[in-house]
């Protein structure tokens, strides 16, 4: 059990991570905070999944799916957006950084000593995922309305910008500023996506790529963090089911291109916390 000085310096930590969510807007009370930014992706159908030959078998078939007009955060939930919700008493606290090399506590950004409170949070499960955006007034968005809204609709774009390749302008993923901080850290390198360097050898802050933007200017729909969805996993052809929910998106340790197409799916159990793990919100 943590000592009593231990515990006033996770309260004082949490109080100075929910100011700063709420500063300028008075109390946070049970509605979120200063950033609420939403955009408004109009209803349609489109083509979900791909039958491209750099596609997953759990992304066929190809199929038409229709949509109806929502709205999604611009950017993935932060650091000091999700402390606003542990400060209210609704959100219980992710997976903390800790100077551990060789552990994936080392790139979690709760409690981390820059702050990052800009950064998106990670380390998180899908129930703290949910219990936020509830919170907040929101939801998950369900697989379809996320890659409806990472592919342009019914423009069917490969990735969020459009059919260009990856590159260090458009999305935080592992270029070459990576593979080093991974082994110093003690994991395995892995080849980056590409060899320029894109500033950020972990998560960077919500937004940094205004190049990688969808159509409706949704932000960092690839790389940074895998966002989960309100989903459970199952294949197209409703042969098999598993006990997942899906996630979206590619993240900050991508080296493979193909994980940050629009169509492209991945599935954790529940319950899982991992480095690479945030979300954003629907309504």
């Not at 400060?87 to 219980?92: L, S």
């Not at 800790?98 to 949070?121: L, V, Y």
């Not at 409703?238 to 197409?261: A, I, Q």
């Not at 799916?265 to 919100?281: M, S």
Request: proline fraction near 7%; hydrophobic fraction near 35%.
């Amino acid at each position: 059990m943590p000592n009593a000085p231990r515990r006033q310096s996770t309260a004082a930590l949490l109080v100075a991570l929910a100011g700063a969510a709420c500063a300028g807007i008075g109390d946070c009370g049970s509605r979120p905070r200063a950033r609420d930014e939403m955009i408004r992706i109009p209803g349609g159908s489109f083509a979900m999944g791909s039958e491209d030959r750099d596609a997953n078998e759990n992304e066929r078939p190809a199929h038409v799916v229709k949509v109806a007009t929502f709205r999604l955060d611009k950017t993935e939930v932060t650091v000091a957006d999700y402390a606003a919700c542990v400060a209210a008493g609704t959100c219980g606290e992710p997976e903390a950084y800790r100077q551990e090399r060789g552990d994936f506590h080392s790139f979690c950004n709760w409690r981390h000593p820059e702050g990052r409170q800009d950064h998106p949070i990670n380390c998180v499960d899908f129930a703290q995922a949910t219990a936020f955006c509830a919170w907040a007034g929101k939801r998950l968005p369900s697989e379809e309305e996320w890659e409806y809204a990472a592919r342009g609709g019914a423009e069917g774009r490969k990735y969020p910008w459009g059919n260009a390749e990856p590159d260090p302008s458009r999305l935080n993923a592992c270029g070459g500023e990576c593979p080093p901080n991974l082994i110093a850290q003690r994991f395995f390198g892995v080849a980056p996506m590409y060899p320029a360097n894109d500033a950020w050898p972990e998560t960077a802050p919500v937004g940094s790529f205004p190049a990688g933007a969808s159509k409706q200017g949704v932000m960092d729909l690839a790389g940074n963090v895998w966002e989960w969805t309100a989903t459970p996993y199952g294949t197209y052809d409703g042969r098999s089911h598993e006990d997942k929910r899906v996630l979206r998106g590619g993240s900050w340790g991508g080296g493979d291109p193909r994980t940050e197409r629009a169509s492209n799916r991945f599935r954790l159990e529940a319950n899982a916390r991992g480095q690479f793990l945030g979300f954003r919100c629907a309504r």
